[in-house]
């Protein structure tokens, strides 16, 4: 077991390292000085002697390997540098952005879930051909309505026609209403349609029928045998569906005019601030990657066929 999790330990780090040195690459060392571009502006009047010593004050005067390791050292200490934009430490903004952020996430995930799991058991356990039908055809609805357009259908049809939300103002709980929605409803479709794949799949296994063999109740074989084997595989589509969480958070705050990182990240890509680009990006692989590591560790604690599996690779 814990060479299991020295090796997933050392897997997380080389993905992090990639993450920062690639992210690195692309927006330090593309043609073209974004101090200069931003700085250049006749507009600002800036001497060529104060914009030498905004190079130097971000350290983009010095070369290209000194930039890199000097960054990477910084992120290691926690210090992420200063925002282009503000001027302010980059933490600081992060920090503003990521409590909203984080609570839209985890709402919008719970929900997701109780949207999935209530498909997939209302289609598994239903004996209507046609009700089975309708249900497992909704995933496939969901994933492809555009986020951004069902923002605006949902404001739209609750906020102007119904009069149900408020567009500006409110209650915490009615600000989160529909940027939740908006949120959940597309990632809740591969859940869904993973997890009625594997109920039905688990269904057709030879314990299931030697249960019902032995007089247990339909329900009974549902909940206590059928859904604890068919969630490994939703557990590793909800690790990958993170990715999906964090790009959906940046469209739905820029929708609903949120203030949160996805809100800091269109800032940040309109005003060309390199460094708080690069640190979301960290900030998102990390988060990846915690999350993924957290699933792999799971695994063995919902199957004992694996963790006899990793015990003896160990």
Do not use: C
């Amino acid at each position: 077991m814990t060479r299991y999790l020295t090796l997933r330990l050392g897997q997380a780090v080389l993905v992090l390292w990639a993450a920062f040195t690639v992210s690195f690459l692309l927006l330090r060392l593309l043609p073209g000085d974004t101090i200069l571009i931003k700085f250049l502006n006749p507009e600002l009047g800036l001497t060529p002697e104060q914009i030498a010593d905004i190079q130097a004050y971000y350290g983009t005067d010095q070369p290209a390997l000194a930039q890199y390791l000097h960054t990477a050292l910084g992120f290691l200490r926690g210090d992420f540098g200063y925002s282009l934009d503000t001027g302010t430490p980059v933490v600081e903004r992060l920090a503003e952005g990521l409590p909203a952020t984080a609570q839209l996430a985890s709402a919008g995930f719970a929900l997701a879930v109780l949207l999935a799991v209530t498909i997939a058991f209302a289609a598994s356990h239903s004996r209507m051909g046609w009700l089975r039908g309708a249900l497992l055809a909704m995933p496939s609805l969901f994933v492809s309505i555009p986020t951004f357009w069902l923002g605006i259908l949902l404001v739209q049809v609750f906020s102007f026609q119904l009069g149900l939300v408020p567009v500006i103002g409110g209650t915490t709980f009615e600000q989160l209403v529909l940027p939740v929605l908006t949120l959940a409803v597309p990632i809740s479709a591969p859940f869904a349609q993973i997890l009625a794949r594997s109920l039905d799949q688990v269904q057709t296994q030879p314990f299931v029928t030697v249960a019902a063999a032995k007089g247990a109740s339909r329900r009974w074989i549902l909940w206590r045998h059928v859904a604890r084997n068919a969630l490994l595989p939703t557990l590793t589509i909800a690790g990958l569906t993170f990715g999906e969480l964090i790009a959906g958070s940046v469209v739905t705050e820029t929708v609903f005019g949120r203030n949160g990182i996805g809100r800091l990240t269109e800032q940040a890509v309109t005003s060309q601030d390199t460094p708080v680009m690069l640190a979301i990006v960290v900030l998102s692989a990390t988060a990846f990657v915690l999350v993924n590591l957290l699933v792999d560790l799971l695994y063995p604690v919902l199957d004992p066929r694996l963790k006899s599996k990793v015990g003896a690779a160990a």
